[in-house]
């Protein structure tokens, strides 16, 4: 019962049984709002329902949504292969109301799948509130039978989700496992929170707000119901692991990354890294993206770079993501048929980057560590030369954070951007004084477009050029 097609199976038959409508997880890139990079959580689908401006034939509904998290409001990419439960492609599992049950009722449904169709046990769950929703931890107490240090509250933006900086949101409750002693970490809203032990598994979102602009909020028609249970962490609990990298897909994966590579795992943060970001990649290309060097395409050549330099770490002399994606296609491909329909094209775009990125990895590599080798836990590297490494060795801005992360170096992004803008400024200055206007507004915006360097306005927040 603890594999993830048995834990999707059991979340959508018990919500179908108490009558949603199972609806199919909608593609990565979300069709009905371009403001949101990637589909973030199993609510995105269904944002103008919340909202009102769209119908449905049902008021209840329940899905495993296809997730990616490398980009805007929920960004993991950097939490990736550092920590025990994030992932940059995941599977939310998730009940909705339209308008039709709240807040009592979704904590019975969760409260009831997870004691008795899951079979957790009872004294090891503990949940967080918002602060000021003083009914969650009232209906809390009554449903589950907890006492008062089992209900945490939470006054910060972690109990009050929200999809973007637009969209509906509300107050929400999460649902956490004590994982045991053993593991080191704290409770939620405590400074060990990060630790591995209290493991995050359902948050239940209270929907009852439209955020419609930064620091204007309306009310929703209906006060309504959205939760997001990550399948991989609940596949994690039930198979008695401590991270979602030890559960039998990544056990897998991680197998043939050893296999393909000749270099054990031994707890290497490379071969979850590599794991996790074949799975983005795959995912995101089977949706329509390819790597490009703006937008969406962007963040998955970040992505594949990211996971490619992982892979020279580990001595790859030639390309080997592909090699990998047999066993991903064999593991996945039964539940999500797209990986099949795009496994030739997935294959030759995986390879095609990282030949053409090999080229200048090397390289890159090594001016880097030249670059750091007078430096010490805390400095920063200088912005000139993390735009050299962008612009010259093709370098993403975070790959070159990641690289130097394991020494605890950082990267002077301000000093980045201003030469990225000197750059930007001194090719402009050469053009000018051709006297043909029209022709050097086209060719600048073509070459911020297309070009090597047209990625601009890098910041660490946003770093994908699409508006969140
Ligand atoms: P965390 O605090 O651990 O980063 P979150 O609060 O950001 O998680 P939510 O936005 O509440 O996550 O998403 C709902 C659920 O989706 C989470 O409770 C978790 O089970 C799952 N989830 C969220 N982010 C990830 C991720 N990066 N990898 C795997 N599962 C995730
Ligand atoms: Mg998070
Ligand atoms: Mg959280
Ligand atoms: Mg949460």
Known sequence: MSGVNDIRSTFLDYFKKNGHEVVDSSPLVPRNDPTLMFTNAGMVQFKNVFTGLEKRPYSTATTSQKCVRAGGKHNDLDNVGYTARHLTFFEMLGNFSFGDYFKEQAIEFAWKLVTEGFDLPKDRLLVTVYSEDEEAATLWKKIAGFSDDKIIRIPTSDNFWQMGDTGPCGPCSEIFIDQGENVWGGPPGSPEEDGDRFLEFWNLVFMQFEQTAPGERSLLPRP?????????????????????????????????????????????????????????????????????????????????????????????????????????????????????????????????????????????????????????????????????????????????????????????????????????????????????????????????????????????????????
């Open 224 to 468: 309504s119901i959205d939760t997001g249970m990550g399948l991989e962490r609940m596949a994690c609990v039930l198979q008695g692991k401590q991270s979602v990298f030890d559960t039998d897909l990544f056990r897998t994966l991680i197998g043939t990354i050893e296999d393909v590579m000749g270099v054990k795992a031994e707890g290497s943060a490379s071969h979850r890294v590599i794991a996790d970001h074949l799975r983005s990649s795959a995912f995101l290309i089977a949706d329509g993206v390819l790597p490009s060097n703006e937008g969406r395409g962007y963040v998955l050549r970040r992505i594949m770079r990211r996971a490619m330099r992982h892979a020279e770490l580990l001595g790859a002399k030639e390309p080997v993501m592909y090699k990998l994606l047999p066993t991903l296609v064999q593991e996945m491909g039964r539940a999500y048929p797209e990986l099949v329909r795009a496994e030739a094209l997935t294959s030759e775009t995986l390879k095609l980057e990282e030949t053409r990125f090999r080229k200048t990895l090397e390289r890159g590599l090594s001016l880097l560590s030249d670059a750091t080798t007078d430096l010490d836990k805390g400095d920063m590297l200088d912005g000139e030369t993390a735009f050299k490494l962008y612009d010259t060795y093709g370098f993403p801005l975070d790959l070159t954070q990641d690289a130097l992360r394991a020494r605890e170096i950082g990267v002077d992004i301000a000093g980045f951007t201003d030469a990225m803008e000197r750059q930007k400024a001194e090719a402009r200055s050469h053009w000018a004084g051709s006297g043909d206007k029209a022709t050097e507004t086209i060719w600048f915006e073509l070459k911020e477009k297309f070009g090597a360097t047209e990625f601009l306005g890098y910041d660490t927040e946003n770093a994908e050029g699409v508006v969140q």
